[in-house]
């Protein structure tokens, strides 16, 4: 077993330059929501007693010990609570606890974590910066930029570092020097891929500003990581539980198969495969024993995240679209009565269909009918018209109708035909 060794691993940062925007520590790997946060562990009561009478049966005694001694010890849990009035509380994470450094190794490590397969494709920012499979060239001053970049303040020993890199180029002016992958990204046909090299690990209790720095070296221990991304609720209120990737599927199948376990802090972990735990939760959400944390979509390779939270229908702009989505949206436009605008047909809203506001339906078909009909008046207005009168001289009536007149000029608009007849008298 290798001694700690330190790892980069993702906490989406935020840029120092004022502009470029950039969502803090990002932990969007979670597919299905956790249980709701569990109290604090009790610690169990000792059974020891200073007592020197002897046990009525030494076999029970021996019995009940034995018991003991194989129950597992408690998982740490978490007792925080979000706050409501500043969420930015509820992340723990402080990237400035980090020591200065001018590790070439660190360093390299960090920057080509940001690029590599395991964090660009869930990585928004960096994936809009580069295009994914497009591979556009990234300011390193953009990367130093990043708070996890901050322990490490000498450029020129930044670019020394990278030029050494198997996995990156850098070229450019010195001071305006461009990141870019040596191999382009590939997007992916097969994500389980990830999932495969994945495990999950709960009991590490409340987070500290060092949480972070603390598991990359816990699990570096045991192999080379990809990544260890903290689980957190919408409010960014840590889980206590972990979702780490190791380099390779031989990797998370090695830690699953330690024995014994690892431990932190003296408690116990509850480790299982990532594919294992997204079962169990799947299972549990079809028997409604819990529910879904967030419709929400994680970001992958350009589809859903923050600037995608509501695809949009046919010819709209956004992500992937559930071709099952209409169903949903149709079947809550009839549970809210077709509030909100919403609906068209026979519905009450603002649609087409009868009875809308305003000048929704009928009223809305009729005034366009009235407003041609005043149009072609408007186009007849200068034309003269044929009056048709009786014998009598006067005005014909509905009854009342004679002959059209054959003499009538050409373009004039016709007359009506008229009854003639004169009345009885």
């Known amino acids: 077993m290798t001694g700690p060794a330190e790892e980069p691993v993702k906490a989406e940062e935020k840029p120092v330059n004022a502009g470029d925007v950039v969502e803090p520590e990002k932990n969007e790997d979670q597919t299905e929501a956790e249980a709701p946060t569990e109290q604090p562990a009790k610690a169990e009561p000792s059974d020891e007693k200073e007592d020197s009478k002897p046990s009525k049966s030494t076999e029970a005694t021996e019995s009940a010990k034995s018991t003991e001694d194989s129950k597992p010890a408690s998982v740490l849990k978490t007792t925080a609570s979000v706050d409501r009035r500043n969420p930015a509380n509820n992340s723990k994470f402080d990237a400035s606890k980090l020591p200065p450094s001018e590790d070439p190794d660190a360093m390299r490590r960090q920057v080509e974590f940001y690029f590599n397969d395991a964090n660009l494709p869930m990585d928004e920012h960096m994936w809009n910066l580069t295009g994914g499979p497009e591979n556009k060239p990234v300011p390193l001053k953009h990367i130093a930029a990043f708070s996890r970049m901050q322990r490490f ?8 570092a990278l030029k050494e890199s198997s996995e990156l180029k850098i070229t450019g002016e010195p001071g305006e020097e461009v990141i870019t992958r040596k191999v382009p990204y590939v997007l992916s046909t097969d994500k389980s891929k990830h999932m495969k090299r994945s495990v999950y690990v709960k009991g590490f209790g409340d987070e500290e500003p060092t949480t972070q720095f603390d598991l990359e070296a816990f699990f570096s221990q045991f192999g080379h990581i990809n990544s260890v991304r903290l689980r957190r609720t919408e409010e960014k209120l840590f889980k206590g539980s972990v979702f780490v990737e190791f380099h390779d599927e031989e990797g998370a199948k090695k830690f699953l198969e330690l024995d014994p376990k690892p431990k932190w802090k003296g408690h116990d972990l509850k480790i299982m495969s990532k594919e294992a735990y997204v079962r169990e939760k799947k299972e549990l959400i079809d028997k409604g024993e819990i529910e879904p944390q967030s419709s929400y979509r994680r970001f992958w390779e350009g589809q859903g995240g923050k600037g995608n939270k509501h695809p949009r229908g046919r010819g709209g ?14 079947d809550d436009d009839q549970k809210n009565g077709f509030r909100n605008g919403r609906g068209r047909g026979r519905g009450r809203g603002r649609g087409r269909g009868r009875g809308g506001h305003g000048r929704g339906g009928r009223d809305r078909d009729e005034g366009r009918k ?9 186009r007849n207005g200068a034309q003269p018209m044929i009056q048709a009168t009786t014998a009598g001289g006067e005005p014909a009536t509905a009854n009342n109708k004679r002959p059209r007149s ?10 009506k035909k008229v009854d003639t007849k004169a009345d009885a008298a």
């Open 317 to 330: 702009k956004g992500g992937h679209v559930d071709k099952d989505d209409w169903k949903k949206r149709r």
């Open 370 to 378: 009235n407003g041609q009909k005043e149009a072609q008046d408007d």
């Open 406 to 415: 054959d003499e009538g000029h050409i373009g004039e608009p016709q007359a």
């Open 153 to 160: 303040p000498d450029y020129e020993k930044l670019v020394a």
